[in-house]
């Protein structure tokens, strides 16, 4: 493997991307019903388990990719890695 595959395959130099490589489940309360609407790091909705309601992220504009100058390059290799997950 080349050094750039592996750069695209494991980046280590943006510490904001490793939440959409590798995504991190969390819970947050429905404001609906009380159920646990499942999130996962890189989504912004989610939807209730047990109502269906859907729960957008408060902090959407917190993500990296909004601001970063490296967005565009993280944004490349997080489709690529989707692409090949399918």
Known sequence: MSY????VK????????????RPTLSYVQCHVC???????????IGVCND???EWKRPDKNAS??????YADVCRGIIASRKAESQ
């Not at 990296?64 to 100058?69: D, P, T």
């Open 4 to 7: 750039k595959e592996n750069k």
């Open 10 to 21: 494991n980046p280590d130099t943006c510490p904001g991307i490793k939440d959409f490589l």
């Open 34 to 44: 009380g159920g646990n609407v499942e999130l996962w790091s890189d989504e912004d």
């Open 51 to 53: 109502c269906g309601a």
């Open 64 to 69: 990296c990719l909004e601001y970063c100058q």
